[in-house]
């Protein structure tokens, strides 16, 4: 039986835990650090408990082009909605997104964006949101890749998520985008549990309803996640410094700023989108995604990029 | 090898894991629900990333009274602060904080209250405020047990916690105390790692001094994770709904009634404050803690009472 043990030890040893990286130095980066911090008595070794590692999820954990997927599945909900809001056709930013007309929808700013988010994210309960969620996904579908949104994921990322876990890290998804509009999907893609997402939320209440308490989702903002917001969100939910840390955008800057300003060993990496032919290629002058900051100052503040032309073999689970 | 692990596995078995518990209803009601719901094939098992357990903190796993320990942080707070707010002795709720006049603080109400929370816990970066707590629990001693507060927590439910978990639960606080307060100890006093500890929340901010990021604490209050505030911070940070509730008053009435009111096994339990002798002995009409509402209903919700008297063997981990 020990032979047995040692045996399947060791072929769990050999086994590559990132086949979808390419052997550049990403991949040689992120091998060296998980050996620096689980190595037993070693000079830079953190207990298990201290081992938290945060993930942006667009543009990081899956694809957020042509539009965030979640704006898709807002312009979505507006017309699943619309029968019931005559007064829409007329009204903006509702009547740009039912015309197509997106040039009005921008113009309507912020205002008009919050609009819309409380009118396809609030109203329902929590259990209910989840399910309008799950029954988007299984419908919508990708204008390139026409496929669902929830398999453009990045296989080298889940591989990464694992190879973490194995390695005794507690992942968690830290994101701009609704918390519950990724709690709906995000344990079954990513094995990430929902107490491990961290997202932007509005206000609930709880009540009775026929005497059956639920949890309502009610019209207003309560936490933007994104810039600043990321490590205040990273200290009222997790309560300690996470020690490494993955994004694409500028949105991310002082998550990674945050992260790798602690003590010990660090880890901070961009996921660059420079595979215009696989995927998408955008950084300084995209809308979504705007990468400008982070790339100028990735250098001194030993930040390594990920080019997902050069170090990814395979962009989603389904390519081959 | 294989026998030596059998005769561990069986001595494990054998081995009380509630030895400060009485052989009563409450120990045994315990012990039959986590056997249901680890019960591989069992029509009650439940997964083990659904095995969630919430407890209240004040007087459910450490003592409440005669003040709350944290309204006891804060009067010696303000003592501590006063030489640098000359204005105190002139202004309540200062004043009466000052004098011991505490008719007068209570006078001041719910925003007097607000002012001395603010005043006691906001301006510190988080890591100042940490050391600050550490530093009170070093020096403060209980009134009536003359030992540091953190050593008046209760052994008994330190067995049930560490039961739990090692039946694959993961044990949450949800607490209407501070978060910062709680984390700067609780991980030690209970095993309870900081980013399962759910509290009250100021509001933080984050920012450079001289180039090291820090998260500040600002005087505004965020959210107060009290009686309906319990189940919508259960939904906001852990995202699905605990399978075990743990309180000691009326403030934890609605997160008993959303956990037990879930599909499947659920465990619904108060701990009752009977034992005048070792402990306090209060409930219907205590200032702190008050226990009316969930004595009435406990029978037809199906809720069980731990008695202090009758169903711990001992209190605190130092008694013998
Ligand atoms: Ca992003
Ligand atoms: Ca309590």
Redesign the pocket.
Known sequence: LFAALCSLNAQAQTRDPLPSWNDNHARARIIAFVDAVTEQGGKDYVPPAERIAVF?????LWS?QPIYFQAQFIIDRVKALAPRHPEWKTTQPFKGILEGDMKSVVASGEKGLLELVMATHSGSTTDEFRQIVLDWLATARHPKYKRPYNELIYQPMLELLAYLRANGFKTYIV??GGVEFMRAWVEKAYGIPPEQVIGSTIKTKYELRNGKPVIVRIPQLDFNDDKAGKPVAINQYIGRRPIAAF???D??FQMLEWVTSGNGPRLGMIVHHDDGEREYAYDRKSFI?KLARGLDEAPQRGWSLISMKQDWKQIYPQDK
């Open positions: 942006d999820n667009d543009g990081t957020e994101s701009g994004g694409n955008s949105g991310d995604g």
